[in-house]
């Protein structure tokens, strides 16, 4: 079964920085290409940005495109977010997620992001 | 950008009874690769979301077989074919065709 941690939210200020992580096990992590999703509480889904399964691409929402940056560790089963110049507009739930036949299959409880001052 | 478009916003069912939820892309979800990249999630009151079906008709490991997707090229439709209290919760539609990855805006399963 897979378990998952995601950390790495909370508040910061406008113009600041976070960088959230999703560490999996019970899987083979280098398996799956993966992907970050994001909801405003009581709002909808917006998928951020992928990562292939060799980091050999990327691709981002342009929201978020030149301000964040995903990347993964397969030796450590870890995916990451790097989040900079985050805007209140960004404030979410941030889910990790496996492309699953590209199928969005959500990895864990999330992680809550707060941009406020 | 692919732009995913769910109906109803709501829909309120009584237990035992089937639901249903269309979504409709503004393009054609068929792949050149020969696959349509159309899957469902479900997130119940307080939870994440959870995939339930895959290329429009697979259903993730451990989903019921009361769910069950169908459709083609920009029209699809999620049944439930008789609705249980667990269903509750909002139901979305998602489109992997091509970056960047959309969702339909969710559709509210509820009791009448």
């Known amino acids: 079964q897979v378990q998952v941690v995601e950390s790495g939210g909370g508040l910061v200020e406008p113009g600041g920085s976070l960088r959230l992580s999703c560490a999996a096990s019970?899987?083979?992590?280098?398996?799956?290409?993966l992907n970050w999703i994001r909801q405003i509480p009581g709002k909808g889904l917006e998928w951020v940005s992928h990562?292939?399964?060799?980091?050999?691409?990327?691709n981002y929402a342009d929201s978020v495109k030149g301000r964040f940056t995903i990347s993964r560790d397969n030796a450590k089963n870890s995916l990451y977010l790097q989040m900079n110049s985050l805007r209140a507009e960004d404030t979410a739930v941030y889910y990790c997620?496996?492309?699953?036949?590209?199928?969005?299959?959500?990895w864990g409880q999330g992680t809550l992001v707060t941009v406020s001052s | 950008d692919i732009v995913m478009t769910q109906t109803p916003l709501s829909s309120p069912v009584a237990l035992g009874q089937p639901a249903s939820i269309s979504c409709r892309s503004s393009?054609?979800?068929?792949?050149?690769?020969?696959?349509?990249?159309l899957s469902w999630l479900q997130q119940r009151p307080g939870q994440p979301p959870r995939l339930l079906i895959y290329?429009?008709?697979n259903r993730f490991s451990g989903v019921p077989d009361r769910f069950s997707g169908s459709g083609a090229g920009t029209e699809f439709t999620l049944e439930i074919s008789r609705v249980e209290a667990e269903d509750v919760g909002f139901y979305y539609c998602?489109?992997?065709?091509?970056?960047?990855?959309?969702f339909g805006g969710g559709t509210k399963v509820e009791i009448k």
């Open positions: 997620a496996r492309d699953y036949s590209r199928g969005v299959d959500t």
């Open positions: 019970g899987i083979t992590f280098s398996d799956y290409s």
């Open positions: 990562i292939s399964s060799r980091s050999d691409y990327t």
């Open positions: 393009h054609s979800l068929l792949h050149s690769d020969g696959n349509t990249y």
């Open positions: 290329k429009i008709s």
């Open positions: 998602v489109q992997a065709k091509q970056f960047p990855i959309t």
